[in-house]
């Protein structure tokens, strides 16, 4: 493989992870799954530099028409590295592989002619949003393959790769790519918006599932990303949209930009799979870089705005547990009852932990934690920020420590 510059030389910590997968004995497809712009392809070519395995790198997001011959094109590329069955192993990356028709069933093919010969060719798939990619591996790949899910950067991450504070974390997100742009806030925006957001919904939702109305989808994301934070109907939503069809369509696209990493609906916690399904979503951004960039205003701007800025905390605080819940089992949600409301509840299994965001300012009210409390006893509560957990202390902690109040 040729050598080419990684990007951010920083290393993330599931290079460790990818790595361990890469030296053991070849056993399933590893998948490098998540949001655009949060290093998938930087990860994958630190991974082969470090290994030191021999190993062909090939993107389908590169310019000309793909189909599923170019996967048995590059896939000879990487077999001719790894000749024979006699120990000799090596890499084949293939980024963007989604994007390619058919692709999980030329890659199956391919997959159990090399397991047939004991053939030592490791195989790394990379996309862009988890539930696209998975689509396709679960429909021919069964049994095949491992997903390493690559979230959006943590506040640690961002700290130790461009020694950003708290609440640059806070207002700008976990974008990497966009933290040098930071200090022209108008420029760092358009980035935010164009390169990202937009990129997103025109090149991966929207060229690889089917949508009726794009017009629709773009609306409902805008809408989403104003609101994080806030609890907001379906029924709220077509009032607010025009020519939004139905609640049928608009859940679809809520879920295909959950999908692309983008925005989630929250659902409420009610201790019942069934009820949850049918429950009211509040509006999240998985990234505050998203909430904050159409807002036109600096950090400073922000902070001076004690309502907005304790928005942008607790969608902050909600986009951190989403993203390192996934793969764990842990579920995200939030409970309401009447006027008592609890910004989040993790759960899995009968562990339960209502958690309630404070950024200052008033007195920290917890008639919310006191009304779950009453209404489902044995559980552990949290408050983050003003009067409880410090908020840097909890960004640095995963959703499962939360869970585990370890």
């Known amino acids: 493989m040729e050598k080419r510059p990684v990007g951010n030389p920083f290393q993330r910590p599931l290079l460790g ?3 361990k997968r890469l030296k053991e004995p070849r056993r399933f497809i590893q998948v490098l799954s998540g949001p655009r712009q949060v290093g998938k392809t930087t990860l994958a070519q630190q991974g ?3 290994s030191e395995i021999p190993a062909h790198y090939a993107s389908a997001d590169e310019p000309g028409l793909r189909d599923s011959s170019w996967i048995a094109q590059e896939w000879e590329v990487g ?3 790894a000749p024979g069955a006699e120990g000799r192993r090596a890499i084949l990356v293939l980024d963007e592989v989604q994007k390619v028709p058919a692709w999980s069933d030329i890659t199956k093919k391919m997959w159990d002619e090399d397991s047939r010969a004991a053939l030592g060719l490791h195989v790394v798939l990379l996309g862009s949003a988890q539930l696209l990619v998975q689509h396709g591996l679960s429909e021919s790949l069964a049994g095949r393959f491992e997903i390493i899910p690559v979230p959006h950067w943590s506040l640690p991450e961002m700290r130790d790769a461009f020694h950003w504070s708290t609440d640059q974390f806070v207002f700008y997100g976990g974008y990497p790519g966009a933290a040098p742009l930071v200090t022209d806030p108008t420029r760092w925006s358009r980035y935010i918006l ?3 957001a937009e990129t ?3 090149r991966d939702v929207l060229l690889m599932s089917r949508v009726d109305k794009p017009a629709l989808l773009r609306q409902l994301f805008r809408l989403g990303c104003e609101y994080s934070g ?13 020519d939004a069809g139905n609640t049928t369509t608009l859940a679809h696209y809520l879920q295909l930009l959950t999908s692309a990493g983008m925005l989630t609906g929250l659902q409420k916690y009610s201790g019942s799979k069934a009820r949850i399904r049918g429950s009211i979503p509040k509006m999240q951004v998985l990234n505050t870089g998203l909430m904050t960039a159409p807002l036109g205003l600096s950090l400073e701007e922000a902070k001076r705005d004690p309502a ?3 928005r942008i905390v607790e969608t902050a605080v909600g986009a951190h547990l989403w993203n390192t819940s996934v793969g764990t089992g842990i579920e995200v949600g939030y409970w309401r009852e009447g006027d008592r409301e609890v910004g989040y509840v993790l759960s899995r299994g009968r562990s339960r ?6 950024s200052g300012g008033a007195r920290t009210n917890r008639s919310g934690l006191a009304g779950f409390e009453k209404r489902y006893g044995g559980s552990r509560q949290l408050v983050v920020g003003a009067e409880g957990w410090d908020l840097t202390a909890s960004l640095a902690k995963p959703a499962e420590h939360w869970l585990k109040g370890t």
Request: zero cysteines; aromatic letters at 6%.
């Open 17 to 19: 992870t990818l790595l």
């Open 48 to 50: 082969i530099l470090a």
């Open 79 to 81: 077999r001719r590295l």
């Open 194 to 196: 164009d390169s990202i």
């Open 200 to 202: 997103t919904i025109s």
């Open 230 to 242: 806030q609890i907001l109907s379906f029924q709220k939503m077509m009032g607010q949209l025009p």
């Open 308 to 310: 907005l800025w304790g």
């Open 353 to 358: 932990l209502a958690v309630e965001v404070k």
